[in-house]
């Protein structure tokens, strides 16, 4: 492997540098602080895991403690790949429509060569019912957003319970019918985290300062989120065309998308705070449990083995450890 490849941090002092294209800015701002965050507070597939708790103390653990199997994630996705280089020399990967190699076959051919018919079956099978768990987290998240916080909240209040029901199955239904499109859009992508980052850099980030200021500013009012969360989808929206017409240029399509998310998050964070300055905000009464400064806090009874403030230290200090062997 080329020694950019063996790297986190060494060979970001410039896009030009590394394989991704990308800085440390654009890796630090964009996805550490924008995308990340706006990831696992705001994303409904996640949040909603967090919202099943038992008590407060669990649901701060509870993403904390998924920190440390996604730490993970990186061993298990690169792995095969070594394996796949290793002990399959013989083997050489389909070639894509610009030959060069595809990577994603790496792991099918290591399924295929080494698991026979029924085990083989098995672990297909595993990946299919990995997938459909989560499509359906996230068809599930979709048509509880639409129904009972938009449908039911603005369109048709007051109506039976058979009426929303009805109306959250045909949200599943466009749902699915809607994501299996997307499928095709992804296909003009070099590759599929290119796509996700695109989409989050759209809504997560702006969506990402909303909250952050709904949650700590007890002045932020609701025309100021509305206005805020608009003006930073449009701002990533107008900062895509830009790319795409080749107005500005950036390294890769990943370093666009990182940048496009600190922009948006920027232009939302901004626009909300200028609103919410010349518009009525509501009373602390009405805040009381949602801002962090009016919210009273509780100290907890649990062991301090269980207190989330010393899992969360443990996560960061192994985070930094990783990043300093793989530097």
Request: aromatic residues 16%.
């Amino acid at each position: 492997l080329p020694e950019t490849f063996l790297h986190a941090w060494k060979n970001m002092g410039s896009a030009a540098a590394n394989p991704m294209g990308v800085d440390w800015m654009g890796v630090v701002l964009g996805l550490g602080f924008v995308l990340s965050f706006g990831y696992w507070t705001t994303d409904f597939l996640v949040v909603q895991r967090t919202l099943a708790s038992e008590n407060i103390s669990a649901a701060r653990r509870t993403p904390i403690m998924a920190a440390f199997p996604k730490m993970l994630v990186p061993l298990i996705v690169v792995v095969p790949g070594l394996l796949a280089v290793a002990i399959l020399p013989e083997y050489s990967l389909a070639l894509q429509g610009s030959a060069t190699p595809d990577y994603n076959s790496a792991l099918i051919l290591l399924l295929a060569h080494y698991l026979p018919n029924g085990v083989l079956g098995l672990a297909i099978t595993g990946l299919l019912a990995s997938f459909m768990s989560g499509m359906a987290g996230n068809v599930t998240a979709f048509n509880t957003v639409w129904t009972y916080d938009i449908y039911g909240t603005y369109i048709k209040k007051n109506m039976p319970d058979k009426h929303y029901l009805m109306m959250g199955k045909l949200a599943t239904i466009f749902g699915v019918l809607f994501s299996i499109g997307t499928a095709y859009i992804v296909q003009s992508f070099p590759n599929l985290m290119d796509y996700m980052q695109l989409i989050f850099s759209f809504f997560n980030a702006p969506l990402f300062a909303t909250f952050l200021l709904g949650m700590f500013w007890k002045k932020a009012t609701p025309w100021g989120g509305f206005f805020g969360l608009l003006s930073g989808i449009l701002m990533a929206a107008g900062h895509y065309l830009l790319y795409k017409l080749n107005v500005i240029h950036y390294s890769s399509e990943m370093a666009a998308n990182f940048f496009q998310a600190w922009w948006a998050w920027l232009t939302d964070f901004g626009v909300t705070i200028l609103v919410s300055l010349f518009t009525k905000k509501k009373s602390e009464s009405e805040l009381r449990g949602l801002v962090y400064s009016l919210t009273p806090r509780t100290r907890g009874s649990e062991m301090f083995w269980r207190r989330p403030e010393i899992w969360g230290s443990i996560a960061l200090i192994v985070m930094v450890i990783l990043n300093i062997i793989f530097w």
